[in-house]
């Protein structure tokens, strides 16, 4: 497609669900990055994707988070047993390869609420 | 470690006045500058970016962008705001560690308002 495509757009889960939430970059873009935004907040790193190697998974808040890239393209980021804490916007990004000054581009984010 | 400040959280300005929202850097080495647009219930949007050469870089939707290294400031400007510019305007440096894909580290924000 055009841009990123996160699927879906909002989740309401009840506290203890497990939830999946899906990233369709830019064709041919290599890195990818998972960001989370609270309310009100700047966006936080989560993780970051070479292709499928995740390269960097420092900003996971806990192991309840996991991400995935197995082919290199689609990603998923799941979430498991979900606190309140974790109710915020869930943003994609991807860039070409990995030169510092390429432009990383934004998909529309998931908005996770969890009950 | 890198970090952008964002200094004011709100910026209110009336339509057909010029505006700037400010930000300041502090980085090891050369900055990577970004500024990133935020409509209500959307993703980020691009809008201009300083990697290298003029100090002056323009960009989407009639913005402009000054880097200062001596103030370390990458300062967001337009000569004349429209209402459809409000919105939430986020500042970003690229970090730069190797093997790290160069992750952007945001500011807290800065809510832009633009009244008739």
């Known amino acids: 497609g055009a841009g990123v495509s996160q699927s879906p757009r909002y989740k309401v889960a009840k506290r203890g669900q497990d939830v999946a939430l899906r990233c369709d970059p830019i064709?041919?873009?290599?890195?990818l990055f998972w960001y989370q935004q609270a309310l009100g907040q700047g966006p936080e790193f989560l993780t970051y994707f070479q292709n499928e190697a995740q390269l960097d998974k420092s900003g996971l808040p806990s192991d309840r988070f996991f991400a995935e890239r197995p082919e290199g393209s689609v990603s998923t980021l799941k979430i498991q047993r979900t606190q309140q804490e974790d109710s915020a916007v869930y943003l994609c990004?991807?860039?070409?390869?990995?030169?510092?000054?390429?432009?990383?581009?934004f998909g529309e984010g998931s908005w996770l609420t969890v009950v | 470690a890198q970090s952008v400040a964002q200094p004011e959280d709100q910026v209110n300005v009336a339509e057909g006045n010029p505006l700037t929202v400010k930000c300041t850097y502090s980085?090891?080495?050369?900055?990577?500058l970004f500024w990133y647009v935020q409509y209500p219930n959307r993703g980020l949007q691009f809008l201009l970016k300083?990697?290298?050469?003029?100090?002056l870089v323009k960009g989407s939707y009639g913005f402009e962008a000054e880097f200062n290294k001596s103030q370390t400031s990458f300062h967001l400007k337009k000569p004349s705001a429209l209402v459809s510019d409000s919105a939430l305007y986020f500042c970003a440096v690229r970090d730069l560690i190797r093997n790290q894909g160069g992750k952007l580290i945001f500011g807290q924000g800065t809510e832009l308002s633009v009244k008739p």
């Open positions: 300083y990697i290298t050469g003029d100090n």
């Open positions: 980085v090891s080495g050369n900055p990577y």
């Open positions: 064709s041919g873009h290599v890195s």
């Open positions: 990004a991807s860039s070409p390869w990995t030169v510092s000054g390429n432009t990383i581009y």
